[in-house]
């Protein structure tokens, strides 16, 4: 049911949620995958501050996405960048089912994921300062303006996250809906943790890269405008 409470001051975590349950059963291999693999790669999204080192067993520089949906991008990112950890936020079971299944496949080692509302693992489980990079890939569009309070992308979740940010960290969103880019657009621009970086600038950025998702295909056959916002984190965490 429909959290009430859209007051703008609000912490964010009891403000209304960016998702909505979707339909969609757990395959029997999505289930036996939540139950035989999740041990190893799922960690819980309730509890004290996480200490990352410990739940990758190594240390390394690391990034966060959230809503990575079936996470097609996480296992790209993560075949592609091994000396490198990923920690993934998804609420769709399926998803993160459909996910361990394939990290398992692929051997990968350096992801692990939280199936809970990101709003409230950014705030309450996460380590100040522990992020390379924060990505957001297509979070839902929420197109409706009687909606517009659901999108994830808010002054109160950006503040969260620049304390989750280590100095010169790279925030990474993508959206093919205008109307959010630019609402995005605006919401950075009222942040003094955040600068925008010039196209050239992200190029160089290893961290920067993503592959194409499965979201931004169904977009791009709709004839959506995809666009990627890059910015760095400009002071320690806070
Ligand atoms: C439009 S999909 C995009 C998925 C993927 N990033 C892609 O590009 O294919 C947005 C995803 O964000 C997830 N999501 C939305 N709000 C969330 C939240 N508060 N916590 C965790 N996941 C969330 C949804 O479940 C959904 O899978």
Redesign the pocket.
């Known amino acids: 049911m429909m959290n009430q409470d859209p007051s703008p001051t609000a912490p964010f975590a009891r403000r209304v949620?960016?998702?909505v349950r979707?339909a969609g059963r757990l395959t029997p291999a999505q289930a036996r995958a939540l139950e035989i693999l999740g041990p190893g790669r799922l960690v819980p999204g309730i509890g004290e501050r996480l200490a990352l080192d410990a739940v990758f067993g190594r240390v390394a520089p690391r990034v966060l996405?959230?809503?990575?949906?079936?996470g097609?991008?996480l296992v790209a990112m993560a075949r592609r960048l091994p000396d490198v950890d990923f920690l993934g936020?998804?609420?769709?079971e399926p998803?993160v089912g459909h996910l361990l299944l394939r990290l398992e496949a692929e051997g990968l080692t350096n992801v692990r994921l939280i199936c809970?509302?990101?709003?409230e693992?950014i705030e309450r489980r996460l380590p100040l300062g522990a992020f390379a990079a924060i990505n957001?890939?297509?979070?839902?569009?929420w197109p409706k303006k009687r909606h517009h309070k659901r999108r994830?992308v808010q002054p109160p979740l950006i503040d969260t996250l620049a304390r989750l940010h280590c100095t010169g960290g790279l925030l990474h969103l993508?959206t093919d809906w205008v109307p959010y880019a630019e609402h995005m657009v605006e919401v950075l621009a009222t942040s003094p943790d955040y600068r925008v970086l010039a196209p050239g600038e992200a190029a160089a950025e290893p961290l920067a890269w993503r592959p194409e998702?499965?979201?931004?295909r169904r977009g791009l056959k709709l004839g959506h405008e995809v666009r990627d916002l890059f910015y760095r984190k400009i002071q320690g965490p806070t």
């Open positions: 949620r960016s998702f979707r996405e959230i809503g990575f949906g079936d097609e991008a936020l998804e609420v769709h998803g809970h509302d990101a709003a693992v957001i890939f297509f979070p839902d569009p994830l993508a998702t499965k979201f931004e």
